[in-house]
């Protein structure tokens, strides 16, 4: 039975403490070829020579959602057993370390090496990157992965040229729209305290709709939703459910507004320091691995967001919210707010060509399909 507690008998905790975690030493057989084998031979090293690289990661993702339970069950023992321990990924989950903000700007102080991006994080560590959360510009996943897939090399060189490596890709996903009171037309949005988080592409398509909305940071956005300071929320179902944001909402607009992109992210000035340590040449083998080795798991990682959010919306259902379906009249409206939104934001985010190429293979790829 599924409740206002969780999904399918699941309870899932509101923990916004440290997620510190090292995963049990995993048994490695001397058979085993491991990743890190062959940058070891080429330096005439073993295991045993080298200090492991700890990467100290913040994010905001809540413990009990697919963004940190696959770091303990999959991520963690994988880069454990291709680095033979080598590589040490420390996670801060829940928020503990601030919201994207001030997790980079420990990064620069060299708290922390690392940043599991929400779309605020992403949006201020390469703006060009929000151009793939622009509003309406996706239909669902399969033209959201030809699209990464296609410019992933682009990605890659935009977080670059900004000091930080891209060692993953993965999902927010898509954002709907939650509400305490009921919204029967996307015009009852105008009468109701909407909140916006993560930065200009969201205040500038709330703006095109005439909405004035309320600025408010992730770790404080269920406190708000309680004491009446909002009653509505764009959200991923996947943090609604984790945060059980969605018990303080009555209802939600079936059909998604934006799609929101994830990243894990390492501040290459700060990572190049501590592999400094290492001899010439070995520190950057081994970050490039790290990378590689998070790199591997995107899809599996994405996967297991895009199924959670499925849950998350079947169970929203079953707990008794009720589902709104916007009008073909409203989704037209939708569909001629969001180029104003993209022209408004080239030159300012990213670039008109970068766009325009965008667009570009998607409608090709919508061609073929």
């Avoid at 599991?116 to 949006?123: A, I, K, N, S, Y």
């Avoid at 790199?295 to 996967?303: A, I, P, T, V, Y």
């Avoid at 849950?311 to 409206?333: H, I, Q, W």
Wanted: with cysteine; aromatic share 10%; hydrophobic share 40%.
């Amino acid at each position: 039975m599924v409740n206002k507690t969780g999904i399918e008998g699941k309870k899932f905790s509101r923990i916004m403490g440290i997620a510190v975690f090292y995963a049990g030493f995993f048994a490695i057989t001397p058979a085993f070829s491991a990743r890190i084998d062959p940058i070891l031979q080429k330096y005439n090293l073993t295991a045993e020579h080298i200090e492991p690289l700890e990467i100290k990661i913040g994010t905001l993702a809540p413990t009990g959602t697919p963004w940190i339970d696959f770091v303990y069950e999959k991520l963690i023992p994988y880069v454990n057993a291709e680095s033979r321990m080598k590589i040490k990924i420390v996670l801060y989950a829940g928020g503990v370390m601030g919201e994207d903000t001030d997790i980079l700007r420990k990064m620069r102080l060299g708290q922390l090496q690392g940043c599991g991006c929400t779309v605020l994080g992403v949006l201020l560590s390469s703006p060009d990157v929000s151009v793939l959360s622009l509003p309406m510009l996706f239909n669902n996943y399969k033209e959201v992965d030809y699209i990464l897939e296609t410019f992933r090399d682009d990605i890659d060189k935009m977080f670059d040229k900004r000091g930080y490596y891209l060692a993953g890709l993965i999902d927010t996903g898509f954002f709907y729209l939650f509400a305490k009171n009921e919204i029967k037309a996307l015009d009852d949005l105008k009468k109701q305290k909407v909140l916006t988080w993560f930065g200009e592409v969201e205040t500038t398509t709330l703006d095109e709709l005439g909405v004035k909305p309320i600025s408010v940071t992730v770790p404080e956005v269920v406190t708000s939703l309680q004491t009446g300071l909002i009653n509505a929320d764009i959200a991923p179902p996947t943090w609604q459910m984790g945060t059980q944001a969605y018990t303080q909402t009555n209802y939600y607009v079936t059909q998604p507004f934006i799609y929101s992109i994830a990243a894990i992210i390492l501040d290459k000035a700060n990572i190049e320091k501590i592999a400094a340590k290492y001899p010439k040449g070995l520190g950057d083998d081994v970050v490039k691995l790290a990378t590689s080795l998070i790199r591997d798991l995107e899809g599996e990682w994405r996967n297991r967001i895009r199924d959670y959010e499925e849950k998350s919306l079947r169970a929203f259902k079953n707990s008794g919210m009720r589902p709104v379906t916007l009008s073909s009249e409203d989704l037209a409206n939708l569909q001629s707010v969001a180029p104003r939104v993209w022209k408004r934001l080239e030159g300012k985010l990213y670039s008109k060509e970068l766009l325009n190429k965008i667009l570009s293979a998607l409608e090709q790829y919508r061609s073929k399909k």
